[in-house]
């Protein structure tokens, strides 16, 4: 058959027609699996050697050609696309999709926290996990030896060298080492990892992840960190949510604040959750002690500020009903796939 | 901290019920964490902060009360009372030396000898309250020093003095190898870090920790030496735990003991010992008291404002002050001399005045307000760039683990030499010997356990620090896969497989590279053969930068880690290197305005010939009308002769000028054909 001629012909039969019913038949004449094309191209081995390349281009040609016309004239008829006779396919198999990655729930909730704090101004920093005795324990007002340190048991490493090396039991360290480098006005937080040799159980873990955020300035008051923590605590549990904030004791603040919200899961009845209180404890806070700003060598009576420090773990676990805390390590498929 | 509702109402006035006593402690800062109601009285437990000594007492606990409800603690002056009326009765015989050998281990060291007890069970009141806060009847004088230990949080020890030898007791370091047993019948052998209580020839008690067994009141004790003292905590501490143990006294020493409560309690204790037990106190002697220096903080009130951004009358402050027995002096409008009393040795600035202040004030009386916060100039750092790799990768379908830092050592075994790995220098568990050099251990565990959980397929990765011996830390990125999973695509291709491999590393690889602006030709990424057969190495900069490894598991790691019939896929990349190379902004480059046109090749080639020199040869003889060469096919079986590889590639030919004709494409791509023939033996199919 002469290509030049099946060219034309194509051309005025795609112009001719009318309806999408049309189109198909002329689809079907073309390139269905009897059509000139699939013909054309099964004469291409009776043809001499020399002349099969020249030919199949042609033909290949062709064929994009033709299909070319007839998608044209499809959206010329209005249409998206011409679907089989038999109408659509069974809506109700499953969709074609490829399966999702996740983050991690503990990635997902930094994530989180850290855009509220950013919307509200604080700059995100990260400090290493391997640290001096000095950025985790004196510097921050915590004497070498003293009870207060009994809350901090800590990995320490084997090393030659003379400073003792551990690894961060606290993301407070992070104050520390932002201080020493800049001057306020200081808005940050830290999210990181932190380590306590603690026994591995439900609640408790050798690794797992805070956030420490500070705020320091020449006029920043405890009636701001009451601000601004219940702006965060409202964002992550909602409006509804009851704040108190209970005196305690960190030596690296003064006043120190435990903050407790009402019982998401009771809303403040008592259950087992809560430990029949109604509170559950979210964070702890404080104004930074003086001593701290000695320890980065800001002068006296300048600065003032806030810092808090909130465990991811628990913050997560609340959000989403977990009791097992190994859940987050474990790296269960099926589990992380949830969120 | 154990305490009863009445034994605290024998300090302090109360007609708020448990539960309303229970809140309000709370909210002042000593969180009761338990509250149980016991026959006719009530159980409180409180977190004692280390900051409060004064909180393991009851009488310390009555202060606080006083202050919050505005009541007069009562009770406690009549022991302070009997302390100036503190004369024994008869003048005796006895004699007792004590020597301090350092006042600075020793600040002060009170001795009575008390004669003529008589030893038996306590009296039910006594014994009953002991046991309601969990403490163990021994006999009426070891329950009454208890009793004054939980009551002014003073530790008192009672000896039997006719075990004491040479009339004298020695507050001393221990001498090396010297040993002692104590209550708990452990012998102990003792170092000069300790300090103990000693007669003439040897020591009687850890000071301050625990007494010895041989000189403890027995129901055989007819006299008795009833010590109360002041040692210096960290010394306490030290000692305490250089032995492996812990006591109500050493609790209370290592936090602080209030040196003016020394002798009111050990005179409660004379009172008790007369009444109970029917003894008399025949001498009292004690060492010299250290000079007190009243201490006083500046307070200027008008910080409440400043500092709390709370408006508190000056007036209100100073009843506030008052009421937690702190005294002041006005030295003008508003500023204020505070004097500390001496249970409160963690009041040191005018910093932890306002916390009292804030405290009793009531914290959720101070508004919320918020400050102004200064803006800063973003820059793009480390966090930001992972927080866009972690996008990209879930983006790919790949999960986010979390493991742990700390490994086993012997995990490492053919991922890592292990000498050039962390130590922890005091692991709970072996769980924790190392930290981790390389993330690849933990992501085939995290693998392996998927795998006995049947997961059919698994891709995930973790981006996480890894740590070297110089105390350096770097993100890395690992990257594993594992099995197969069968894709639904509709009913149009049913039947479509995606079995995990090495090309899937390569895959995730490429892609993030690319989004990350890595790009050809300086810093596009290589993938070199590495040093075993199932290694490859990860390189940039022009292939001068080895950035990561490709890796296929080794069966040994498989057997060790139980995993049968898979195959596990690893990739680790340095982050430290890849981040500094990205490129935020990177030229993109408009559509092509003309249609390209595609050729397919169908190739039998030897099998040693890679895709890489295949596409490098199309691109070498297609030239600038090339735009892209693409794999469309790959087979191998009984239509190819053996030792080769069939092969389908699209090569797209695109100009940016014009439409290109049909015979100027395949005057070139006749001239890919010819070199792929002529120069890698590739036979067109």
Known sequence: MDIEALNKDVESAIRQVNSLQELDELRQKYLGRKGIIAELTGSIPGLPKEQRGAFGQQVNALKQKINALIIGKQQSLGQAAVGPAEGLQDITMPGVACEPGKLHPITQVIQEICTIFMNMGFAVFEGPEIETEYNNFT???????????????????????????????????????????????????????????????????????????????????????????????????????????????????????????????????????????????????????PNVFKQVGYPAGKYTGFAFGLGIERIAMLKYGINDIRLFFENDLRFLKQF | MKFTYNWLKDFVETKLTAGQLAGKLTMAGLEVTSLEEKGKDFVFEIEVTSNRPDWLSVIGIAREVAAITGKKIKGATRAVNRQSAGKCKKPCEDTLAIQVENKKDCPLYTAKVIRNVEVGPSPDWLRERLELVGCRSVNNVVDITNYILFTFGEPLHAFDLDILKGDMIC????????????????????????????????????????????????????????????????????????????????????????????????????????????????????????????????????????????????????????????????????????????????????????????????????????????????????????????????????????????????????????????????????????????????????????????????????????????????????????????????????????????????????????????????EACHFAQGQGLDEYSVQVQKKTMTVGMLKRLPGEILDRLDIKHREVFLAEVDLGKIIPRIQKIRPIRPPARYPGITRDISLSLPQGITFEKISQEISNNGKELLQEVKMSDYYTGKHISAGHKGLTVSCLYCSAERTLTDAEVNTIHAQVIKALQEKLGATIR
């Open chain 2, 171 to 522: 507050v001393r370091r221990a001498r090396s190898k010297e040993k002692i047993t104590t209550i708990d019948g452990e012998p102990k052998e003792l170092n000069e870090n300790i300090l103990v209580i000693a007669d003439r020839d040897n020591p009687v008690a850890v000071a301050g920790v625990m007494g010895g067994r041989n000189s403890e009141v027995t129901e055989k004790t007819k006299n008795v030496l009833l010590e109360a003292a002041v040692f210096e905590p960290v010394l306490i501490r030290r000692g305490r735990r250089a032995l492996g143990l812990q006591s109500e006294s050493s609790y209370r020493f290592e936090r602080g003991v209030d040196l003016e409560m020394v002798e009111p309690a050990s005179w409660e204790a004379e009172r008790l010992l007369q009444d109970i037990c029917g003894g008399s106190c025949v001498l009292a002697k004690a060492s010299t008291r250290p000079k007190k220096k009243p201490r006083t903080v500046a307070l200027d009130t008008s910080d409440t404002k400043k500092f709390l951004g709370a408006d508190i009358a000056v007036s209100k402050i100073k009843s506030i002050l008052s009421g937690l027995g702190f005294s002041w002096k006005a030295k003008s409008a508003k500023r204020l001399s505070v004097g500390i009393p001496s249970h409160r040795p963690d009041v040191a600035v005018a910093v932890d005045l306002l916390e009292e202040i804030a405290r009793i004030y009531g914290y959720e009386k101070i508004p919320n307000t918020l400050p102004a916060v200064k803006p800063r100039v973003p820059e793009f750092q480390e966090r930001d760039a992972i927080r866009l790799i972690k996008n990209i990768l879930v983006g790919l379908g790949l999960q986010e683990v979390i493991t742990y830092s700390l490994i086993e050592r012997g995990r490492l075994k053919g991922f890592f030499p292990e000498q050039e790995a962390v130590a922890i220098a005091n692991p709970l568990s072996s769980e924790q010997e190392m930290l981790r050099p390389t993330l690849m251990p933990s992501l085939s565990a995290a693998v392996a356990y998927n795998l006995q959980q049947k997961a059919p397929y698994i891709s995930i990765f973790e981006i996480a620090k890894v740590y070297q011996v110089n105390g350096k830390e770097t993100y890395h990125l690992g990257i594993a896969f594992c099995g197969t999973r069968s894709l639904w695509f509709g009913p149009q291709s049913p039947h479509a497989n995606d079995q995990a491999g090495i090309l899937h590393l390569r895959g995730v690889l490429d892609v993030l590279f690319q989004r990350l602006g890595l790009l050809a030709p300086a």
């Open chain 1, 139 to 289: 510097g921050l007002n915590i004497p070498l030896e003293h009870p207060s340190r009994d809350v901090f048991d800590t990995f320490y490493l084997e090393s030659q060298s003379k400073d003792r090396l551990l690894l961060r039991s606290h993301t407070s360290p992070a104050q520390v080492r932002v201080m020493k480098s800049s001057k306020p006005p200081l808005a940050v937080v830290v999210p990181g990892k932190v380590y306590r040799p603690d026994a591995v159980d439900a609640s408790h873990s050798f690794m797992f992840h805070q956030i420490e955020g500070f705020m320091v300035d020449e006029e920043i008051k405890f009636s701001d960190l009451k601000g601004v923590l219940e702006v965060f605590a409202k964002a992550v549990f909602g409006k509804d949510i009851k704040m108190r904030f209970r005196p305690h004791f960190f030596p690296f603040t003064e006043p120190s604040a435990e903050i407790d919200i009402s019982c998401i899961i009771c809303g403040g009845k008592g259950c087992s959750v809560c430990g029949r209180k109604g509170w559950l404890e979210i964070l702890g806070s404080g104004m930074i002690h």
